[in-house]
C-alpha cells in the first residue's frame, strides 16, 4: 500500500500532521489509564472529555463511547469506525510499567498500544476531522467500545444500539493495514462424557475418560467436507481437561473444552449440529453470537479500498467484526503478533500511517458517492 503524504496539498498535510500528534498524545493518556475489560469507567470518561473539548457531542452507552457526525443524515450511508479502548491484564512477563507510556527507538511502549490503542486513536482523531463537515456525502459514526478483550455483551453488542442503519464499518483491530475481509467466528463447548463409578482395583465401572478420549480423537481428525475460500477449514481445538476425584476409584464424568473457530462455510449452529451428530458427550455451547463474516468484493466501499492496492486476507482471530451486523473489514495500524504480549509496543510510524490513510481516504471518498 502506498499513501505519501507528499502527495497532498498544503492545507491537508498541515492538517494530518495536526492530528497524527493529536493521536500520539492521545494514546500516551489512554495507555496510563488502567482499562481492563468490563473495568473501563474511567478510560469511557476521558474519552468522552477529550471528544467534548473539541465541541464533538457524544453519548455513554454503559462504557462505550458513541457519537455521530454533527450533519448526521438519515437520508445518506453511514461508515461505522470502531475499535475497543479495553485491554487484556498485563502479564506477569512484563519488565517495564505496562502503565507508562514511553517512546524508544520510535516505539511507544504501553499496554493497550497495539491492541488496539494505535487503531483507536487514529479513528477518533479521524471522526474528529470530519465531525464538523458539512456537506459529506456520507455519515461517519464512531464507537469507542468496551468489553472487546472479553466478548462482553455490554460492548460493542450494546453500544450498537445507539446508532440506526450503519451500512459499513471498519473495525480497528491491528492488522499491519491490511485488509481482513472476512473474519472466523468463534464458539467455545462445554462437554461432559458420562460413565460409571468404580473401584479401580476391580474390573467396575465405566470409566468417562476413556469415553471422552474417543470423542477428542473425532474432533483431532474429524474433517469438515467444506473449505471457505478466505478463512480456510474450521478449526476444532480441546483446550482444558478435567476428571476424577481418586486415584483409586473409575470416574463417572470427564469435563473437556473445546474451542470451535467456524467459518462462513459452516457457521456455529453447523458446526454444533455435526459435533452432536458424531459425540457421545453431553455438549453445552457457552454461546452462538460469536459468528463468522465476510464481506462481499461488490460492495462499492470494498472496491474504493482494495483500489488502494491493499492487501486483503482471512483472520483466524475474533473482534467486534463478529458482532457488527453489516458489511465490514478489520483494519488498522498495528502486529496482531504483538497483541496480548509483554512489553507490548506500536510504532509512532505505524499510528502516523493509520491518521494519514484513514484521512486521505475519506477526503476521496467525498468526490465518489455511494448510495444506501
Not at 16 to 42: F, N, R
Not at 199 to 218: M, P, Y
Not at 237 to 253: L, R, Y
Request: net charge negative; with cysteine.
Amino acid at each position: 500500500m502506498t499513501n505519501s503524504i507528499s502527495m497532498h496539498s498544503d492545507v491537508l498535510i498541515e492538517e494530518i500532521t495536526h492530528k497524527q500528534a493529536e493521536a500520539l498524545a492521545l494514546l500516551k493518556c489512554l495507555i496510563e489509564i488502567p482499562s481492563i475489560s468490563k473495568d473501563e469507567a474511567q478510560s469511557a470518561t476521558f474519552i468522552q472529555q477529550w471528544l467534548f473539548e473539541r465541541g464533538i457531542a457524544s453519548t455513554l452507552v454503559g462504557n462505550n463511547v458513541c457519537a455521530k457526525n454533527k450533519y448526521y443524515d438519515d437520508n445518506k450511508p453511514s461508515v461505522l469506525l470502531i475499535s475497543h479502548h479495553d485491554t487484556v491484564p498485563p502479564s506477569k512477563s512484563y519488565t517495564r510499567d505496562p502503565y507508562c507510556a514511553e517512546i524508544i527507538d520510535g516505539k511507544l511502549y504501553g499496554l493497550g498500544s497495539n491492541d488496539a490503542g494505535g487503531a483507536l486513536v487514529s479513528m477518533i482523531t479521524t471522526f474528529s476531522y470530519f465531525y464538523d463537515k458539512a456537506n459529506l456525502p456520507f455519515n461517519l459514526l464512531l464507537c469507542a467500545a468496551a468489553e472487546e478483550e472479553v466478548s462482553g455483551k455490554n460492548g460493542a453488542e450494546l453500544a450498537l444500539t445507539f446508532f440506526d442503519a450503519i451500512d459499513f464499518a471498519i473495525v480497528g483491530e491491528p492488522t499491519n493495514m491490511e485488509l481482513a475481509i472476512s473474519e472466523k467466528g468463534l464458539m467455545v463447548c462445554d462437554c461432559v462424557a458420562h460413565g460409571k463409578t468404580g473401584h479401580a482395583a476391580r474390573n467396575e465401572g465405566d470409566n468417562a475418560i476413556l469415553k471422552a478420549v474417543d470423542d477428542i480423537n473425532w474432533i483431532n481428525s474429524y474433517q469438515f467436507a467444506q473449505t471457505s475460500e478466505t478463512l480456510g477449514d474450521v478449526k476444532m481445538s480441546v483446550t482444558m481437561i478435567n476428571a476424577g476425584v481418586k486415584h483409586n476409584v473409575v470416574p463417572e464424568k470427564c469435563h473437556f473444552v473445546v474451542d470451535v473457530r467456524s467459518t462462513d462455510a459452516y457457521g456455529n449452529e453447523d458446526v454444533l449440529h455435526i459435533m452432536r451428530q458424531y459425540m457421545a458427550s453431553e455438549i453445552t455451547p457457552r454461546s452462538l453470537r460469536i459468528k463468522a463474516s465476510k464481506t462481499p468484493l461488490e460492495h462499492p466501499l470494498m472496491h474504493a479500498l482494495l483500489a488502494k492496492g491493499i492487501n486483503s486476507y482471512g483472520s483466524p482471530t475474533t473482534s467486534d467484526q463478529a458482532i457488527v451486523n453489516c458489511p465490514s473489514v478489520k483494519f488498522s495500524p498495528g502486529d496482531s503478533k504483538r497483541s496480548h504480549s509483554a512489553d507490548e509496543f506500536i510504532y509512532v510510524e505505524q499510528i502516523n500511517e493509520g491518521v494519514l490513510f484513514f484521512i486521505t481516504f475519506f477526503n476521496e471518498l467525498k468526490d465518489k458517492p455511494w448510495q444506501k
